[in-house]
């Protein structure tokens, strides 16, 4: 082995080049400033700058004014004038012109990365066409591998976050985020995770292939295997295969008075809504609902999701009400029930929350508790001779509104009952009970102003029945009437 001594710049101190066998010192002759470098190679390619290490045919072959770069492969940052930045692998950093604090190791590794600072990638091809993006991290072949512009994203897994563009995104594991590319704030984690979505920001997901029904999603969360959630502003627990979802403690939410507004108790709407709704005994095909909300995905993706026995999950015998009939009672009802979640696109579906019954259940029973109490009254000014020889008598005033006896009274078929209630009345109808407190019918008055009630004698056998008719929870007025033989 030759060695050679050349003083020919006095700057030039403690470099070491190894080439083809030869150990060369001193000798970078055309870099007047180049101290402290390390270099080996099978090509006499020169070095500059300052406490670098190349080690790889043009191995940081054009840096002249680098400082504390590491280049270890064949064509590894080539074309560098960064500095801190660490290549290990073939062509990794290859095209890094003035990028510092850069980590790469694997063949291809930010290869096309010229300007992008404080990027870690490990992995084959990782953040292969990242140019200009800073703070991101991609472990994992192929991770990060189409990010150009964007910045701080964190990839681990193969070919996590593959496609992404987007900003401030997480995804673990393997094709994480797959699709992803301009969609932001996104957290996926588990095999497939988040894999449709493209656009959408600030979604979450967590299990195997759990994940958004759409690609455009925002502030929507998936949690648990396969789990699936398809609208913005919503969070799905678990896939439909799922039979029990338990907590040690029962779910709360903020209920606060000092952060409420526009609070109306007149808004409730109780019987006029809860007499409406019909209960049912169902089975709930979670089959087909799985169907539904995957009928966007890819094929393959597809088949994860419906993969599995839904037997047990469908031969459940629920209880509960079907959500159109719940949102129409509510309609009917003029009532703003938010019980009832409605579609916002087509891949949405219907739901309830069957919580938010509690409210209209407890103003029903109160309105119930009140007619209870006034014909409870009713019945003892009867029992004590003290009504009158038509009817019971007031029990609640409602300004302006009056009730007349029925005409005719007793009657076989039918008979006519004439009022009056003001416009501002909000919710009336019209119960009649038997002499015991039971409720034979309730019919509701949509009319103001003056008007009347075909009462007929069906379900009403032979006897004295009381009517009432309520307004806003107060009753205007209750009479006797008399059903004769039919």
């Keep these: 082995m030759k060695a050679q001594t050349t003083f020919t710049k006095v700057l030039k101190t403690k470099n070491l080049q190894l ?39 043009a191995a940081i072959s054009s840096g002249f004014t ?44 930010l290869f096309k990365n010229t300007t992008g600072s404080s990027n870690v990638a490990n992995g084959a091809n990782a953040m292969y066409s990242n140019t200009v993006g800073t703070y991101n991290t991609a472990t994992g072949a192929k991770a990060l591998y189409a990010n150009t512009v964007a910045n701080r994203n964190s990839a ?29 704030e996104n957290t996926g984690c588990g095999t497939g995770a988040l894999g449709s979505n493209t656009t959408g920001a600030g ?26 959630v398809n609208a913005s502003n919503k ?11 338990e907590g040690q403690v029962a779910y709360s939410w903020p209920s606060d008075g000092r952060f409420k507004t526009n609070v109306k108790e007149e808004d409730v709407k109780g019987l006029e809504f809860i007499k409406k709704l019909r209960p049912v ?52 009802a003029n009532y703003d029930f938010n019980g009832v979640h409605v579609p916002e696109n087509e891949n949405d579906n219907y739901s309830l929350a069957y919580a938010e019954f ?16 006034g014909l409870q009254q009713q019945i003892n ?23 007349d006896q029925n005409v005719p009274n007793p009657f076989s078929t039918e008979t006519v009952i004439s009022f009056n209630l003001p416009n501002q009345i909000g919710n009336a109808y019209m119960t009649v009970y038997d002499l015991s407190g039971r409720q034979i019918k309730t019919l509701p008055i949509s009319k103001r102003g003056a008007s009347s009630i075909t009462i007929t004698s069906d379900q009403l056998e032979a006897g004295m029945y009381i009517y009432s008719i309520v307004a806003d929870g107060k009753i205007v007025d209750s009479k006797r009437m008399v059903v004769t033989g039919k």
């Excluded at 560098?80 to 660490?86: A, R």
């Excluded at 949690?223 to 699936?228: E, V």
């Excluded at 509690?358 to 109490?373: F, G, R, S």
């Design 203 to 228: 979604n979450s997901s967590l299990g195997t292939w759990s994940d958004v029904g759409a690609g455009n999603l925002s502030n929507a969360t998936a949690i648990g295997y396969t789990s699936l």
């Design 358 to 373: 509690v409210v209209p259940l407890v103003k029903a029973v109160q309105e119930q508790q009140k007619i209870i109490e």
């Design 19 to 57: 080439a083809a066998g030869l150990v060369v010192a001193m000798t970078f002759s055309n870099h007047l400033n180049a101290q402290n470098n390390t270099s080996y190679s099978d090509n006499d390619f020169p070095i500059g700058g300052t406490n670098n290490c190349a080690i790889g045919v």
């Design 66 to 109: 680098t400082t504390g770069n590491t280049a270890v492969g064949s064509r590894t940052l080539t074309n560098t004038s960064g500095n801190d930045n660490v290549a290990i692998g073939n062509h990794a950093l290859h095209n890094s012109s003035t990028g510092n604090n850069n980590a790469a190791n694997g063949s291809n590794v």
């Design 235 to 245: 969070v799905r627990i678990g896939n439909a295969s799922v039979t029990v979802i």
């Design 156 to 184: 681990f897994g193969w070919e996590a976050l593959v496609a992404a563009n987007g900003n401030h995104n997480a995804a673990f594991g393997f094709r994480a985020l797959f699709k992803n590319t301009s969609g932001s």
């Design 381 to 403: 000014d009867m029992q004590k001779g003290q009504g009158s020889a038509t009817g019971i008598g007031n029990s609640l005033s409602v300004t302006g509104a009056s009730m």
């Design 281 to 332: 005994v169902y089975n709930f095909d979670t089959r087909k609902f799985t169907e539904f909300w995957t009928k966007n995905m890819p094929e393959d993706v597809r088949k994860e999701h419906l993969n599995q026995d839904f037997t047990a999950s469908t031969n459940v015998r629920q209880s509960g009400f079907i959500a159109q009939e719940v949102e129409s009672a509510a309609k009917e």
